[in-house]
């Protein structure tokens, strides 16, 4: 299939992105003289050890020790990068102060946009850290964070990175037994809080959820709130709700003269604590490094998002969502990071347009599901708001479809940089996404990202080109996951990943890579819910809905797949007097809402007679799945592992009346 081209970057904006410095660089420094992207994403993928290298000293990464070898093996998992070096994440990111433009940028429903400049970060950053020493709080220790999208967030992670305590963030929206489902796998010794937040020009108070969370985590020794909804100014100030808490303005305010200093740690030493569910157990708590996490957002964000010192970066995203940490990262760039807090279509689909044209916004991220809202709602943002600073957009989460492409081309800018992106938590950045040097295609992301070995895999590990595949990962990157929390022996990380392709990285989406090198995302090949780049093992929404008396058993799937929206339906099997009628619908979706989160409500309900289950008792996720996106059933399950074949009768019979009705 041929894909359009939207837009093919001028003379001038390829000369000046970073993409060709560095390639300027290569020449210079390592007379590697690379033509093409294809060319030198071949190099990178090829020669990793090389192009890390190459990476480490074109961005004149500061180590306090240098390190030994670059790579241990290629053996995945089980690679180690850049042993014997130590370094400080946080350190990185105040090389970049200056008094020419503000660090943050923060709006909410609550805050008109203001500014928050490089010196009065560093000194709450200094505060911050100062005070978490002060509590005891020392390098291998664990803080978690329930806080929206505010600066106090991005203030606390940096402190914790300075020390090296290990950070970890939920957003308050989360249902409390998901977040202490999260919370109390790393025995936290400090919580960091607010007392509620406000979405849709609603307040939601969480004094109650705080406590909970703290009654679950017998190892907390301090808990720290931010006076988020019964605050007296735009400073935070004011009493808290939460019995026995220090007060954040309070505990800064202690140590307002402290001087910021970066603590010495190994390139493996863990930064933060991530989640990406699987369909069984725990949300899986990822541990990622100071050193590779570094790396890869000094990569991703340079040379394939293509910040400059001064832009000013935003995402639409909660600190629940890796995307948060990846906007954090911003910083090491010198770019400005734009924070937002509340509802993206509050008070209309406007406000994050308006949001752009107040703060010139030149990279503005957002979801595929956020730009169809606009097209159905008739947004025009070109129209209605000045956007020459607006140099590129971006989202994940979801594919871009073709006419979203469009779209955005025709209402949003004609000359603009527009990347689809895809990655994942696990990895903390996208392994698939844009190149400022090559064309737009609609429907089509532009590339493989540099030092990403993504290939399309058959069922035999052979690689495909323009046919449908398993997204897999052939080398290590140094942004893999150290490990998992608690899994000691690996035993859940192999799981994970490498246990369809041997030493190979499987993901877990189907992809086709195009004759031209780009990329075409189809949807999850197993049974995670994506919801607008979310992730979340089933497990949790079972726990939600099976505590209802009516409900037995239930079954749920992301029907995601060739760029449509998400669409997840529910089924349930019901105790024999049991009726499936609005009201206990409604009860169903409340038990999701409240206990796992708002964005993993289904959209829709059915009644089942039984729930499909193969011979150990397992719940047929992704051959119901594949039915129901029109697989048939001898090509979507061995009928020989399923313990009652009957169930599936169902599911056969509804995918073909819904076939039907399209």
């Known amino acids: 299939m041929e894909y359009p081209v939207l837009w ?83 350190e990185h990111v105040f090389r970049n102060a200056t008094p020419d433009h503000p660090a943050l940028l923060f709006q909410s429903e609550r805050r008109a946009l203001t500014e928050i400049s490089w010196q009065e970060l560093r000194r709450e950053v200094a505060a911050c850290a100062a005070a978490l020493r002060g509590l005891g709080v020392k390098t291998g220790d664990r803080v978690v964070a329930y806080l929206p999208n505010i600066p106090h967030a991005v203030v606390a992670f940096l402190a914790c990175a300075s020390i090296g305590a290990t950070w970890s963030s939920s957003s308050p929206d989360f249902g409390t037994p998901s977040v202490i489902d999260r919370f109390k796998q790393l025995d936290p010794t400090v919580l960091i809080a607010v007392d509620g937040y406000q979405y849709n020009g609603r307040r939601f108070d969480r004094a109650d959820a705080v406590r909970s969370i703290r ?22 100030a004011g009493s808290t709700s939460i019995p026995g808490a220090i007060v954040w303005n309070d505990l800064l305010a202690m140590n307002a003269n402290a001087q910021l200093t970066f603590e010495p740690l190994s390139f493996d030493h863990p930064l933060w604590v991530v989640y990406s569910s699987g369909t069984t157990g725990l949300p899986k708590a990822i541990a990622h490094g100071h050193g590779g996490i570094l790396l890869e957002e000094l990569k991703f964000l340079t040379l394939h998002a293509d910040l400059h010192p001064g832009d000013r970066f935003f995402w639409f995203t909660t600190t629940g969502w890796i995307m948060w940490n990846i906007l954090v990262g911003g ?89 689809s992106v895809a990655g994942g938590t696990e990895v903390s950045t996208a392994f698939v996404g844009g190149c400022p040097l090559l064309p737009v295609r609609a429907g089509e992301i532009q590339c493989r990202l540099l030092g990403v070995r993504a290939e399309a895999l058959d069922e035999h590990g052979a690689p495909l080109i323009d046919r449908v595949g398993e997204l897999s990962i052939l080398e290590p990157m140094p942004s893999m996951p150290l490990y998992f929390w608690n899994d000691r022996d690996g035993t859940r990380y192999h799981e994970s990943y490498f246990t369809v392709y041997s030493g190979i990285w499987r993901h877990g989406d189907w992809i086709s890579v195009t004759p031209s090198g780009g990329v075409v995302i189809y949807g999850r090949s197993d049974a995670t819910i994506n919801r607008r780049g979310v992730r979340l093992g089933t497990i949790e ?59 993993f409500v289904p959209d829709a309900i059915y009644q089942v007679p039984d729930v499909p289950k193969n011979l150990t008792g397992k719940r047929l996720e992704v051959p119901v799945k594949r039915i129901l996106l029109g697989m048939p059933l001898e090509r979507s399950l061995s009928v020989d592992a399923v313990a009652n074949l009957s169930a599936l009768d169902w599911f056969v019979e509804f995918a073909a009346t819904r076939s039907a009705a399209r």
Not at 62 to 72: D, H, I
Not at 558 to 570: N, Q
């Open 541 to 599: 929404i079972y726990r939600a809905v099976e505590a209802i008396d009516e409900v037995l058993e239930s079954l749920v799937v992301d029907l995601e797949y060739l760029g449509r929206e998400s669409f997840m339906p529910l089924f349930v099997r019901l105790r024999e007097e049991a009726e499936l009628n609005e009201a206990l619908r409604e009860r169903i979706r409340a038990a999701v809402r409240e206990q796992v989160s708002p964005r």
């Open 331 to 419: 910083l090491l760039t010198g770019a400005s990071v734009v924070l937002y807090d509340g509802n993206p279509a509050h008070p209309d689909h406007e406000v994050l347009w308006r949001l752009a044209e107040q703060a010139k916004i030149t990279l503005f991220g957002t979801s595929p599901a956020y730009i169809a809202a606009c097209m159905k709602t008739g947004v025009e943002p070109a129209r209605d708001h000045d956007l020459r600073s607006l140099k590129a957009v971006s989202t994940t989460g979801s594919p871009l479809t073709a006419e979203q492409f469009t779209w955005i081309y025709e209402h949003v800018k004609r000359d603009l940089f527009l990347a």
């Open 8 to 90: 093919d970057p001028p003379a001038e904006f390829r000369a000046a992105a970073n993409l060709t410095r560095y390639l300027h660089w290569l020449e210079t420094h390592r007379d590697l003289h690379l033509g093409t992207y294809d060319e030198l994403w071949q190099w990178s993928t090829e020669r990793v050890e090389d192009f890390w290298t190459s990476l480490w000293e074109f961005f004149d990464v500061k180590a306090n020790t240098p390190y030994r070898s670059v790579l241990s093996s290629h053996a995945m998992p089980g690679a180690h990068w850049f042993e014997g070096t130590t370094l400080n994440y946080a």
């Open 215 to 236: 009654e679950a985590l017998p190892s907390l020794r301090f808990t720290i709130a931010v006076p988020y909804l019964n605050d007296n100014d735009a400073t935070y």
